[in-house]
């Protein structure tokens, strides 16, 4: 009788983790292909299979819905019990899903009926997109500096600036391609790829090279703090025997090498003050045997370190098998942070393209700024609940749970002060006749709890 629910119980388990692998490995598929321009190039009968561009459009935007309501119900259903912010949160980005969800299929629609589509509705994606992610990197960034602020853990501070980095990378994107829409008309039609290519001009040269750089400037930035953190979680895990170090090194450095290699030839240029195009160099040697490969590689750096920043939080989460919520808003933030470098490349959204290119792909970054800041957020007020994780984070994965044993006792430490602070309040509003204490001496008391709470956080981590 008792094997029964045991494999009942691992059942569920396994299509549990095969419906999230599912779900990444599909994201990640439907932004790569969503925005590629050589496949969009593709004419339709030198295709595998004989579809258009625009009935590939449908496509991607009926599986990014798909997508979209899988996650928002998994990100709904995480056990976080009497939060309003997790409520409110989930109002916000609902609604801003919806909308991006609506221009999608109002693009289809209009061009199934008229042959052409509003450029309004593009950019309704845009922004909506973009303002999500910034407002959930904006509070996950102010988060994490408040947990610092409590607790000064270095990668507590690394995240916070990979948040805030990653937020001036929206802001940017949305005023760069403000730019770029005053060069696209109002209808969008049907045109060749030749004159999509011709038709590239701008309105403001200065300006937009100014913004792409900058652009470029938070991308490096986010990315390599987010690599640097990263290494620090998964040091302890797979640096442990002769072939977990030579996993770690290779997914530690792979990464690395393709980010840098989009960059490192224009940053030696730039440091010389000379105005060299890398990827036109490239274009021009494209007979170069294995250029094709190469390219793709390049190509998908973002995808390949999103795919690596998200392993460090499931890693995290396999290693507490008997804390089944706090490994599900782990598995949400691993989520959030594969899908947030992977969809962030505003490339091809320069191309006033028929059916739009990237539509889908920057669709998915103000969803996955949500998954961040919710995972993240329920994983420390889980954490700092439950006593029986702080017990598992000291056995069983010991200096990797740095990050976690930080950001939970820091949120237990905020929550005692805001709940002292109530009694406060309520002490003085009810203005007890009987009590002697003067404002300064419940202050006093107030300073007095805070101070064991302190005391007590610095005994725990010597533990």
Not at 46 to 64: G, T
Not at 165 to 174: F, G, H, P
Not at 425 to 448: A, W
Request: proline fraction near 2%; charge should be positive.
């Amino acid at each position: 009788m008792s094997a029964k629910p045991r494999k009942y119980w691992d059942s569920n388990q396994f299509i549990f983790k095969l419906a999230i692998a599912l779900v990444c490995i599909s994201s990640i598929i439907l932004i790569i292909i969503s925005s590629n321009l050589d496949l969009f190039c593709v004419p339709m009968n030198n295709r595998a299979i004989e579809i258009s561009n625009v009935e590939l459009f449908f496509i991607y935007s009926a599986v990014f819905t798909i997508i979209n309501f899988f996650l928002l119900k998994f990100s709904n259903n995480i056990g976080i019990y009497n939060l309003k912010i997790k409520s409110y949160a989930f109002i916000v980005i609902l609604i801003c899903q919806l909308i991006i969800m609506s221009s999608l299929f109002g693009i289809y629609g209009q061009i199934k009926l008229s042959a052409f589509y509003y450029n309004s509705l593009l950019y309704l994606v845009i922004y909506t997109s973009l303002s999500a992610s910034a407002f959930f990197l904006g509070i996950s960034g102010a988060q994490f500096l408040r947990w610092y602020s409590h607790d000064r853990n270095y990668l507590v501070l690394i995240y916070s600036m990979v948040m805030l980095s990653l937020l001036c990378n929206s802001v940017i994107a949305a005023v760069y391609l403000s730019q770029v829409s005053s060069s696209h008309p109002d209808i969008l039609k049907r045109i060749s790829c030749s004159v999509m290519m011709s038709a590239l001009s701008n309105a403001n040269p200065n300006l937009t090279n100014f913004l792409i750089n900058l652009y470029d400037i938070t991308s490096f930035i986010s990315f390599i703090l987010a690599w640097i953190a990263t290494i620090f979680i998964l040091k302890d895990y797979l640096n442990t025997n002769t072939k977990n170090k030579f996993i770690y090194w290779i997914i530690i450095i792979l990464p690395l090498i393709f980010f840098l290699s989009k960059y490192e030839v224009r940053l030696y240029y730039f440091s010389n003050n000379l105005d060299v195009d890398f990827s036109s160099f490239i274009r021009m040697n494209s007979d170069i045997f294995g250029y094709k490969i190469f390219e793709i590689i390049i190509n998908w750096n973002l995808q390949i370190g999103g795919a690596l920043f998200g392993v460090a939080f499931i890693v995290i989460a396999a290693m507490l098998p008997s804390v089944k919520r706090q490994r599900k808003t782990l598995i949400l933030t691993g989520i959030g942070m594969l899908l947030l470098f992977s969809s962030k490349d505003i490339t091809s959204l320069n191309y006033s393209s028929y059916p739009p290119l990237g539509a889908v792909s920057i669709g998915f970054i103000g969803l996955a700024s949500y998954l961040v800041y919710i995972g993240i957020y329920g994983t420390a007020r889980l954490s700092a609940s439950d006593k029986k994780l702080g017990a598992d984070l000291r056995k069983k994965i010991e200096n990797n749970s740095d990050l976690l044993r930080s950001i939970a006792l820091s949120q237990n430490q905020i929550e005692t002060e805001k709940a002292v602070k109530n009694i406060m309040k309520l002490t003085t509003e009810r203005e007890i006749e009987d009590t002697s204490m003067s404002q300064e001496e419940i202050k006093q008391i107030v300073n007095e709890v805070i101070s064991e709470i302190k005391l007590s956080k610095v005994n725990g981590k010597k533990q």
